[in-house]
Nanobody, 124 residues
């Protein structure tokens, strides 16, 4: 599966952005999906994940209550709605998918497919 993330940009603290990740292929609905982010000089960190059937979502504690992950299988797209943004949310955001049938994980090494990243900058 090929992934393409977009929707990043510059936003003031307290604002909102919605990231999208478009996937190719007819088996998108069979994949758990996730978002990660990487700030300059930092490791790639888990943000959120959603199961293949949308029944389960996972969030890092730093974004709980502010970010929402969702998916639209008819559009082969996963979303990350980001509200109440903070300067510390500034990072390149990546969507990712593990191998088909494998569950989402907070570990980047468990993912086989990555989008190219989209930059989110939150000004104070």
């Amino acid at each position: 599966v090929q992934l393409q993330a977009y929707g990043g940009g510059l936003v003031q603290a307290g604002g909102s952005l919605r990231l999208s990740c478009a996937a190719s292929g007819r088996t998108f609905s069979s994949y758990d999906m996730a978002w990660f982010r990487q700030a300059p000089g930092m490791e790639r960190d888990f943000v959120a994940a959603i199961s293949w059937n949308s029944e389960t979502t996972y969030y890092d504690d730093s974004v709980k209550g502010r970010f929402t992950i969702s998916r639209d299988d008819a559009k082969n797209t996963v979303y990350l709605q980001m509200n109440s943004l903070k300067p510390e949310d500034t990072a390149v955001y990546y969507c990712a998918a593990p191998q088909m049938g494998k569950p989402a994980s907070p570990l980047p090494d468990d993912y086989d497919y990555w989008g190219q990243g989209t930059l989110v900058t939150v000004s104070s």
